[in-house]
């Protein structure tokens, strides 16, 4: 089966460049049983997934369905949100996310986020990238920091001549590069992308796709997108969240309904739910 929805051409090269499905890579997050719920309604249930080293991995489902909810979890955004509860196990290089004594600044660090709307600080583009660093104190040779970080999020080019301007002043495809940029400055591990580029046009989307497919040899990349599309170009694996209506649970929640590589969610799913989805039969 082949979904209407997907270029052939974005998979006919996935398909040649098909990924193992990451077993015999380092497992980076182990999550099981995880259960989140905002004010004890339950968002998210009973997810169990493993996210694998220098792969991309993207969260795909309908609305509401607990993508961003999800990718929150794994740099405990979630802890800044009232009344957002967190149960199950995320495991990060074998340790526990959650456990006491695990200071979410440190976390924060190891794991980056972009989000949607691209969020500069109203400052200088150098600034932007070494603010970072030096609340953290990595203070020693910032310049090269900064141009690593610009080059790195393909963007020193546009900007070595103008890094004092204020950053504002970039077009919003620039400006999502730059938080790209300003994320990989403290040297993370793992970047969680949530539909970075769905506020930008189609060629600022490319260049975010393209850099990301530069990245994933570095970084593991976890990314939340709408568009199908976008999931079959970047990703090796596709997670496809669900919304299951329980009344018995107090209404809809999001449940993960398959974890695959790519190649097989978008042609050859094993769940029916994922078929329907993938060939807009729903959704
Ligand atoms: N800050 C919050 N406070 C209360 N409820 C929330 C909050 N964030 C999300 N929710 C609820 O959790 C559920 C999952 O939302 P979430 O935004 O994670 O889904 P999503 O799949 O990312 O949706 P979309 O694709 O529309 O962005 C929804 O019912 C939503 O209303």
Known sequence: MTSPHIDSSALGSLAQTSPPDGRGREVV?????L??????????KDVSLEIRKNFVTAFIGPSGCGKSTFIRCFNRMNDLIPGAKVDGT???????????????????????????KPNPFPKSIYDNIAFGPRVLG?????????????????????VKDRLEDNALGLSGGQQQRLCIARALAVEPDVILMDE?????????TSRIEDLIHELKSEYTIVIVTHNMQ??????????????????????????????????????????????????????
Do not use: C
Request: hydrophobic share 40%; proline share 3%; glycine share 8%.
């Open 196 to 204: 970075p580029a769905s506020a930008l046009d189609p060629i600022s």
């Open 230 to 283: 976008q999931a079959a170009r970047v990703a090796d694996m596709t997670a496809f969240f669900s919304v299951e209506l329980r009344e018995d649970l107090g209404g809809r929640h999001g449940i993960l309904v398959e974890h695959d590589k790519t190649a097989k969610i978008f042609t050859n799913p094993s769940d029916r739910r994922t078929e329907d989805y993938v060939t807009g039969r729903f959704g």
């Open 90 to 116: 995320i495991l990060y290089h074998g340790r526990d996310l959650y456990a006491s004594g695990v200071d979410p600044v440190e976390v924060r660090r190891r794991i980056g986020m972009v989000f949607q």
């Open 138 to 158: 990595m203070k020693k040779g910032l310049d090269d920091r900064v141009e690593r970080s610009l080059r790195a999020a393909a963007l020193w080019d546009e």
């Open 35 to 44: 259960n989140v719920s905002y004010g004890g309604k339950l968002a998210l």
């Open 29 to 33: 997050f182990d999550v099981t049983d």
